[in-house]
């Protein structure tokens, strides 16, 4: 969920797009989602002061933190 937030910042995921790219092959209840937000606000240590994602009342959710893309060598080369 974070990474779909993170990759679509500034943008709104309503609620049905986040079921369906989290979970397409199950039925799961939109409760879920405040459910997972809040895990994740609690594991990037989110506080009032910190607004990190916004929730957009019966509609969906908004990553608002700036994203910095970092490419990582790993060291290895393309030919083995």
Do not use: C
Not at 16 to 26: G, I, S
């Amino acid at each position: 969920m974070l990474l779909l937030l993170a990759e679509s910042r500034g943008h709104l995921l309503d609620k049905d797009t986040l079921l369906k790219r989290l979970w397409p092959d199950a039925v799961v209840e939109q409760v879920a989602l405040p459910h997972a937000i809040s895990q994740i606000r609690k594991a990037l240590g989110w506080n009032s002061q910190l607004e990190l994602i916004e929730t957009v009342p019966k509609r969906g959710y908004r990553f608002v933190a700036p994203v910095e893309v970092v490419q990582v060598d790993t060291g290895r080369s393309a030919g083995g």
